[in-house]
């Protein structure tokens, strides 16, 4: 063989992962972005779900999933379950007689 025709060893080890490095760098500044296009969207969210809130103060995450879902905002239930906590929206466990007489399955007989 021909000495000359031999690759030589580079004298930087790391000369094949470079262009690892750099789509890892532009993936990590298009991430960044993304966080704050989140955070606006989250605001936007949160808006809702306090109007929602003041209307019907009973919903729970999941009854607040599909009226969001209703909107044309499609969230995840998780997501909606963890904005809820940080605005501190709680359900009101005080409904009405007629409401919960409503959703037996046997209501009670009154004399």
């Known amino acids: 063989m021909f000495p000359e025709a031999q690759a030589q060893p580079s004298a930087d080890p790391d000369v094949k992962y470079r262009s690892q490095w750099r789509a890892g760098f532009y993936k990590w500044k298009v991430s960044l972005s993304a966080g704050k296009q989140r955070k606006n969207c989250d605001a936007d969210i949160k808006e809702h779900l306090l ?3 003041r209307l019907r103060p009973f919903y729970g995450y999941i009854r607040m999933t599909t009226a969001l879902k209703k909107e044309g905002l499609g969230v995840n239930h998780k997501k909606v379950r963890r904005l809820m906590r940080e605005l501190g ?11 919960q007489g409503a959703n037996r399955r046997f209501p009670l007989a009154t004399p």
């Open 51 to 53: 109007a929602i809130h």
């Open 89 to 99: 929206i709680r359900p009101s466990s005080e409904r009405s007689a007629r409401m």
